[in-house]
Each structure stands twice: as C-alpha cells, then as structure tokens.
T-cell receptor
Framework: DQQVKQNSPSLSVQEGRISILNCDYTNSMFDYFLWYKKYPAEGPTFLIS?????DKNEDGRFTVFLNKSAKHLSLHIVPSQPGDSAVYFC??????????FGKGTHLIIQP | SQTIHQWPATLVQPVGSPLSLECTVEGTSNPNLYWYRQAAGRGLQLLFY??????ISSEVPQNLSASRPQDRQFILSSKKLLLSDSGFYLC???????????FGAGTRLSVL
C-alpha cells in the first residue's frame, strides 16, 4: 500500500519555464510534507517543506502548495534552470517516525 | 554546523557474508537517527529508526538489524547477506522538535 504517490516518473521542461511536480497521499494522519532533491549516487538534499496547517510555502524559486481536502501537494520551480535536473522525492511524516517517500520524479530541464 | 558521515561509499559483498555499515553525526546531541534503503527503481523505504541510545524501532521485518551504541552513532548490520539486500543505503538524522531529516551520502551495496 503506497501512502505517498508520485505518478509521473519523469518530466521534461524547457529552461526558463515553470516545472510543476505533483504528489498525492492517502494517510490523513500525515502532518508535515517535504520535498527532497537527489542526484545519482548521492543522498537526498532537503529542498522545502510545509506543515499541514498551511497551504503554501515559498523559498526563492521554489513554492510548495498543499491541498488537504484533495490530499495533494505540488512543487513549483520557476524559472527552471539546468541545475534543477535531478530526481525529486515527495515525503510525508507523522510524529517521530521516519519519512514515507514517493518513488520520485526525474526532472529534466531542456536547454 | 551539523554533519553526517556514512561509510563506506561502495561495498561489494558475497552472499552469506556479514555486513556492517556505520553512520555518525557531528555537531548535535540526542538526534533521531534513521536507516533507509532505496532499491532499484523504487523510493526510499524506512528500515529502522532510533530516538536514543539502545532504542531501535524496526519498520520492515528482514535480514538486517540496527544498533545505536553511542548517542551519535548508528550501525546497520547483517549476519548473512542475501541477494535481495542489494541497494542504496542511506542514514539520516533529525533534531527533536524539527520535522526535517538530513541525509548522508549513502552506501551502494552489491551482494553477489
């Protein structure tokens, strides 16, 4: 039973345009959501997060939106840059337990 | 500042051999510590977590075990590796009161 789902294995976006990565979850107990960026053979790097009491959090070019009623969150990157090419993982947490991750979306920024 | 060290970076082991992966965190005290595994084409799966010395919670029954002999040290072990133990193993930490976990560089384990 996959509690966090990223339904797009890959996404190709032109440099300078907006990248939108989507994530759905099923467990209503999740109260905190995070996005991580990962390069091959490296550990994930924390990017941005959002608490369940908010619906938007912004940090520079990155914005995360949370729709609790739809159990859906999205990560917007604007403008997209070549260095943004990586695998992006959506993760959710509840309490002191570890994070529950989606399978990731491979973002490719085209020049 | 806090740092997390994980080693080795790459490991090739024969089936049936033992395993010991070590993770240490610097610059913080009493962190929560975690072991994850990423199998090929899959997301990260939580294996173990610890909220203190000697306290281990297992998320998935398997051929692996974890120990926390010191506050900032977390060890992943196996007595006899299986082919299915191959994968990318990641250690992570977070400070109590924070929701953000920070990851090490990972260990690529190949069991042949």
């Amino acid at each position: 039973d996959q509690q966090v789902k990223q339904n797009s294995p890959s996404l190709s976006v032109q440099e300078g345009r907006i990248s939108i990565l989507n994530c759905d979850y099923t467990n209503s107990m999740f109260d905190y959501f995070l996005w991580y960026k990962k390069y091959p053979a490296e550990g994930p790097t924390f990017l941005i997060s959002i608490s369940s009491i908010k619906d938007k959090n912004e940090d520079g070019r990155f914005t995360v939106f949370l729709n609790k009623s739809a159990k859906h969150l999205s990560l917007h990157i604007v403008p997209s840059q070549p260095g943004d090419s990586a695998v992006y993982f959506c993760a959710a947490s509840w309490g002191a337990d570890g994070l529950t991750f989606g399978k990731g979306t491979h973002l490719i920024i085209q020049p | 500042s806090q740092t997390i060290h994980q080693w080795p970076a790459t490991l090739v082991q024969p089936v049936g051999s033992p395993l010991s992966l070590e993770c240490t965190v610097e610059g913080t005290s009493n962190p929560n510590l975690y072991w994850y595994r990423q199998a090929a084409g899959r997301g990260l799966q939580l294996l173990f977590y610890s909220v203190g010395i000697g306290q281990i919670s297992s998320e998935v029954p398997q051929n692996l075990s974890a120990s926390r002999p010191q506050d900032r040290q977390f060890i992943l072990s196996s007595k006899k590796l299986l082919l299915s133990d191959s994968g990318f193993y990641l250690c992570a930490w977070r400070q109590a009161g924070s929701n953000i976990q920070y990851f090490g560089a990972g260990t690529r384990l190949s069991v042949l």
